[in-house]
């Protein structure tokens, strides 16, 4: 009994929260992306958060930062999410020379713009959820096979909700 009104209450806030949030991204690019991994960049954002509207960059927007390195406390990090206390914040990085590290040989345009967007997609999806923890399967895994991130199905990254 105790435990399924433990799940009714996390439901309940789960839905506010979603409610509560706008899902407005606003892209940052420092490393100055060509156009065509731009493109497919846009694109697999579009494919995994279809509800996210990635013109706005007003106050309520979440800003999404594409920068060279991942921080030296997480040297090996592909993206972070930062919280405050409870809070998961509205900025999120994906580094690409960390993504690209993860792509061994992999340099054409379109794997490159689908990774940085599958590691975005991750970090805002802690965002919009406002959930810091990870599922065991879809775009909130941990960790992902490497070989995954610039491979051309988008399947494995797409949100799996309960
Ligand atoms: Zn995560």
């Given at each position: 009994?105790?435990?399924?009104?433990?799940?009714?209450?996390?439901?309940?806030?789960?839905?506010?929260?979603?409610?509560?949030?706008?899902?407005?991204?606003?892209?940052?690019?420092?490393?100055?992306?060509?156009?065509?991994?731009?493109?497919?960049?846009?694109?697999?954002?579009?494919?995994?958060?279809?509800?996210?509207?990635?013109?706005?960059?007003?106050?309520?927007?979440?800003?999404?930062?594409?920068?060279?390195?991942?921080?030296?406390?997480?040297?090996?990090?592909l993206g972070l999410a930062y919280s405050s206390q409870a809070r998961v914040m509205p900025k999120?990085?994906?580094?690409?020379?960390?993504?690209?590290?993860?792509?061994?040989?992999?340099?054409?345009?379109?794997?490159?713009?689908?990774?940085?967007?599958?590691?975005?997609?991750?970090?805002?999806?802690?965002?919009?959820?406002?959930?810091?923890?990870?599922?065991?399967?879809?775009?909130?895994?941990?960790?992902?096979?490497?070989?995954?991130?610039?491979?051309?199905?988008?399947?494995?990254?797409?949100?799996?909700?309960?």
């Open positions: 009994m105790k435990g399924g009104l433990i799940l009714a209450a996390q439901a309940l806030c789960f839905c506010a929260s979603l409610q509560g949030q706008s899902t407005a991204l606003c892209i940052e690019d420092r490393v100055h992306l060509d156009a065509r991994t731009r493109a497919a960049f846009d694109r697999e954002i579009d494919t995994l958060l279809p509800e996210s509207a990635s013109a706005g960059c007003g106050v309520e927007a979440l800003l999404v930062v594409i920068a060279f390195d991942a921080p030296a406390r997480c040297p090996s990090s999120v990085e994906v580094f690409l020379n960390q993504v690209l590290r993860a792509l061994a040989g992999i340099r054409a345009p379109v794997p490159v713009g689908r990774a940085l967007a599958r590691v975005a997609a991750h970090e805002a999806a802690h965002y919009f959820l406002q959930q810091h923890g990870h599922d065991r399967d879809g775009l909130l895994r941990e960790r992902f096979p490497e070989w995954q991130l610039g491979a051309d199905s988008s399947a494995p990254f797409l949100l799996v909700r309960k």
